[in-house]
């Protein structure tokens, strides 16, 4: 599928922060309003929670709500006149959802935040869907991923077609299905003057945000989901006589601490959300419920050097209808990886 979009099209592009419309779909939004189709931008935080830039331009070390409260309306600001540069003339919602804080919701499985998504998606009616990659390193832009398409699944709209982008990513060239847009200097041009809207990033950014203004934008169509995926941390991932079994390459640092996250959509059980402390040595370890807070059934990790293989008995949630996974060891405020999907047919 190309980037070729008609004015019979509608789009609805969803970024996590204040700035990721500006760095991910700048070009897009230019090329849109050439051909006359309709989009919609969802912002889904404020991006508030974004200490180093605000204790660098305020002066300030202690920041309290009253401080980022201010900072996101002054994010908001920057994204209206950002979007205003790029010549955007569809309409622009802030959620105002937690800034670092999807993860949480995710595994929490808080059913209004889908429900949120689900309403946005029914009202504006999107023919395709613009959104952040799984394969992402911010853990927001991952988890937006994973509950976007909880949402999508709930409402029966799956296999409505995605364009996918990347912010964050050290290896870019092993994401699969890349569809790319080129864009001309002039396209270039204003794209770099809708990321200098983003003045509260230029004190400490600007050199890698105007980096985003390329010749081409890169987005990327979702996969089938595989088993296995050579390049992930985790390299297989599959069901089998009711056991979820994992294939998990850990980083050198494990041992200060690193986690498997579960995220599952059961017809029997609904939502299951469970986190697993990996252990430095072979044993059995209770798995953590994190939607209500409790220790849930055992899995059985084996460790070999940096490798674990983890079983955990499913039978009793199964079947699921969509099922990820994620290896979490975030230094600073990116992830080791994304979620990735578990086959579950």
């Known amino acids: ?53 605000q204790r660098w331009l305020e002066k300030r070390w202690r920041i309290g709500h009253p401080e980022r409260e201010r900072w996101g309306t002054l994010r908001r600001r920057e994204s209206r006149f950002a979007l205003k540069t790029l010549g955007f003339e569809g309409e622009t919602r802030f959620l105002q959802f ?42 927001d832009h991952n988890a937006l991923n994973v509950l976007l398409q909880i949402a999508l699944d709930r409402m029966g709209r799956s296999a409505l077609p995605q364009f996918q982008f990347l912010v964050h990513c050290k290896r870019p060239d092993l994401v699969p299905s890349r569809v790319a847009l080129p864009l001309v200097e002039h396209e270039r041009h204003v794209k770099r003057q809708a990321i200098l809207c983003h003045t509260t990033q230029m004190a400490l950014s600007r050199k890698r945000f105007l980096a985003y ?77 994190t939607i209500a807070d409790v220790p849930a059934r055992d899995a059985i990790v084996r460790i070999t050097g940096r490798v674990g293989k983890i079983k955990i008995p499913v039978a009793a949630v199964q079947p699921f209808s969509r099922l990820f996974v994620k290896l979490h060891y975030q230094r600073l405020f990116l992830d080791l990886a994304g979620w990735r999907e578990v086959p579950v047919l």
């Open 213 to 289: 203004a390329r010749p081409e934008e890169a987005y990327y169509r979702p996969e089938p989901v595989q088993a296995r995926m050579p390049h992930h941390c985790i390299s297989e991932a599959f069901l089998d006589a009711g056991e979820l079994h994992l294939t998990a390459h850990l980083p050198a640092g494990f041992r200060n601490g690193c986690a498997l996250l579960v995220a599952g959509e059961s017809a029997q059980a609904g939502s299951v959300r469970w986190r697993l402390k990996l252990p430095i040595t072979s044993r059995k370890v209770a798995l953590h419920d």
């Open 98 to 139: 937690p800034d670092q804080g999807l993860t949480a919701k995710l595994l929490r499985a808080d059913q209004e935040t889908v429900e949120r998504f689900c309403a946005e998606i029914q009202e504006s009616d999107p023919t395709h869907i613009v959104l952040p990659s799984s394969y992402d390193l911010h853990p």
């Open 1 to 53: 599928m190309s980037l070729i979009f008609q004015n019979t099209d509608r789009l609805l592009i969803i970024a996590p922060h204040p700035d990721d419309e500006s760095l991910a779909t700048g070009g897009l939004i230019q090329r849109l309003r050439h051909t006359g189709t309709a989009a919609r931008v969802l912002l889904v935080t404020n991006g508030d929670n974004n200490p180093w830039p």
